[in-house]
């Protein structure tokens, strides 16, 4: 059975740096595109950054440069560090996957099927 499973989020100052964790399990997540989105409250759910199975990834300008996706292929796991953290990324973070072979990923919640229960990210002072 297919299921993605977030863990990492939390309480952190401006500034400040978390990494996410999304765990795979059902399925080989290195072949397919995974993305990470965030939804705050009373806003639609955004994303944030995506990766496709050769590797490539996107990024959104609100994050690029701040955020980075990344994969252990032993552990089928795929990251979300985040740096320079501000209030505005305060949100819940989801991972995502479509069990599809992309060239390039998308970042439109449209693409994705399969999601993960969320992990909250706060950012205050």
């Known amino acids: 059975q297919l299921q993605l499973v977030e863990s990492g989020g939390g309480l952190v100052q401006p500034g400040g740096s978390l990494r996410l964790s999304c765990a795979a399990s059902g399925f080989t997540s290195d072949y397919y595109q995974i993305g990470w989105f965030r939804q705050a409250p009373g806003k639609e759910r955004e994303g944030v950054a995506c990766?496709?199975?050769?590797?490539?990834?996107i990024y959104p300008d609100s994050v690029k440069g701040r955020f980075t996706i990344s994969r252990d292929s032993a552990k089928n796991t795929v990251y979300l560090q985040m740096n320079s953290l501000k209030p505005e990324d305060t949100a819940v973070y989801y991972c995502?996957?479509?069990?599809?072979?992309?060239?390039?990923?998308?970042?439109?919640?449209?693409?994705?099927?399969?999601w993960g229960q969320g992990t909250q990210v706060t950012v205050s002072s």
């Open positions: 995502a996957t479509s069990l599809r072979v992309v060239g390039l990923c998308v970042l439109s919640t449209l693409a994705y099927d399969h």
């Open positions: 990766v496709s199975g050769g590797g490539r990834t």
